[in-house]
């Protein structure tokens, strides 16, 4: 087994190995004293999985509570997370028991805040099934719930007990779902992580990429673990691609936006002389080799004003990450006012 322990303000480790799901309970016993157990899960996850980690849940003793939910973004809201707030406060959970996020992103951001604020807050033990989740969302502690405003509008840090990463769980994956996680896992490579490039382009196994991408954030979850200094390099991408999935309503998945908006952010760091075009040539060959999209309808007016809304600004200044060479970017504080100028030039194909 692979074990990535994150020293933040609380000690917890990232197990990753085949066959987890099965040993699910025994794994938490190690790290909870919990009587009852409620597993969160989406409907899809949960017909694949929901038995087989309540079994293993209720063999090593807990009592088990489950509670699914439909699948996709619209289910991280506030309906949702008051439903489930409801429904713990039904089970009689105490301080003392422990929520369980079977799932992606979805799952694990609305579980974990509804653990950070169920009795002013309890643990819980993230099961990420998706690449996605399994590189980025499980590990940091960061929760959430979108608001119509935009996404990720409310929620805490709340750190993890643990995290249980089983791979084999990514063969049920649908190939695009698959793809949206390569997109994070390429966001890694074109931060600090040129090395994982290369893998990329040849034959690698998927559990040494997942295990570097948790190193990389437990590095970085360790220095700013509440986001205010290199935890944004992590946003690579992400402001245009929080801009993209709002305006499509979240028609366009996060790890597709995310691949988009390394592009433009790389088109727009060359046309303002800070990378080379090589970067962008690598970029868009990786994310061509992962069948990700590159391109996107919506205007830089568009762009720019979900950009205003994002949590990530800080009054007139927001920060973004920039792709200076391929495998190393660099933050730069923007004033709002100069964002536009900055951006549009990701736009200009001459
Ligand atoms: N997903 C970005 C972060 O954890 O900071």
Redesign the pocket.
Known sequence: MKTVTVHASKQYEVRIEDGLLQKAGQQILTVSKACSAVLVSDETVFSLYGATVQKSLQDAGFTVHTFTIKPGEASKSTATLVKLWEFLAACNITRSDLLIALGGGVVGDLTGFAAATFLRGIDFVQIPTTLLAMV??S??G?TAVDLQHGKNLAGAFHQPSLVLCDPTALQTLPEEIFSDGMAEVIKYGFINRPELISMLENQYDITDIITLCVED?RD??EQDER?NGC?QF??LG?TLAHGIELQSDYTVSHGSAVAIGMVLITKAAIKNNLCTAETLDVLLQLLNQYNLPTETQFTCEQLFEATLEDKKRKGDFITLVIPTVTGKSELKKFAINDLPAFLIKAWDNT
């Open positions: 980025d969302s590990v940091g960061k954030k970085i979850v986001d935890r992590l946003n992400h």
